[in-house]
């Protein structure tokens, strides 16, 4: 814990590669329709995209909002720390319907013949994703 607050935080302008290039990879794929020629097509690659981010976010935040709770009790509760989540929490709560709210945005407007885009949407975005939480991996060593 710092002690300093965001907008302290904030202006500092401390770097933050890992993120940067996270988004950058997101944009990427996004902006480009995945490579897609076709209107249709690109609009089925950023549904898909967006799909694999509601996924993986409706079960990251129930799992950040667990280990923080777990991190409450087990370690700051006993240091007399309170901390509160209500931002994560409410994210949490959330995230499912959001996941859901993508899933039929999906079902309802990706044809049929725009599986194989839908499916490499998915990929590049576990992939982009999987590279981010390596290299945050990385920093715990």
């Given at each position: 814990?710092?002690?300093?607050?965001l907008e302290?935080?904030?202006?500092?302008e401390?770097?933050?590669?890992n993120?940067q290039?996270?988004?950058?990879?997101?944009?990427?794929?996004?902006?480009?329709g995945?490579?897609?020629?076709?209107?249709?097509?690109?609009?089925?690659?950023a549904?898909?995209?967006?799909?694999?981010v509601?996924y993986?976010?409706?079960?990251?935040?129930?799992?950040l909002?667990?280990s923080?709770?777990?991190?409450?009790?087990r370690?700051l509760?006993?240091?007399k720390?309170?901390?509160?989540w209500?931002?994560?929490?409410?994210h949490?709560?959330?995230?499912?319907?959001?996941a859901?709210?993508?899933?039929?945005?999906v079902?309802?407007?990706?044809?049929?013949?725009?599986?194989?885009?839908?499916?490499r949407?998915m990929?590049?975005?576990?992939?982009?994703?999987?590279q981010?939480?390596?290299?945050?991996?990385?920093?715990?060593?």
């Amino acid at each position: 814990c710092t002690g300093a607050s965001l907008e302290e935080l904030l202006e500092a302008e401390v770097p933050t590669p890992n993120s940067q290039q996270l988004f950058a990879c997101m944009m990427r794929d996004v902006s480009s329709g995945g490579q897609c020629i076709d209107g249709i097509e690109q609009a089925s690659y950023a549904l898909g995209y967006n799909l694999a981010v509601e996924y993986l976010a409706a079960y990251e935040k129930t799992w950040l909002l667990d280990s923080f709770r777990s991190l409450d009790q087990r370690f700051l509760q006993q240091q007399k720390r309170d901390v509160e989540w209500m931002f994560l929490e409410i994210h949490a709560i959330g995230e499912p319907e959001h996941a859901e709210i993508g899933h039929q945005g999906v079902v309802n407007f990706v044809p049929k013949a725009h599986e194989e885009v839908l499916r490499r949407a998915m990929l590049d975005h576990d992939r982009d994703f999987a590279q981010f939480y390596n290299r945050l991996a990385d920093l715990l060593c």
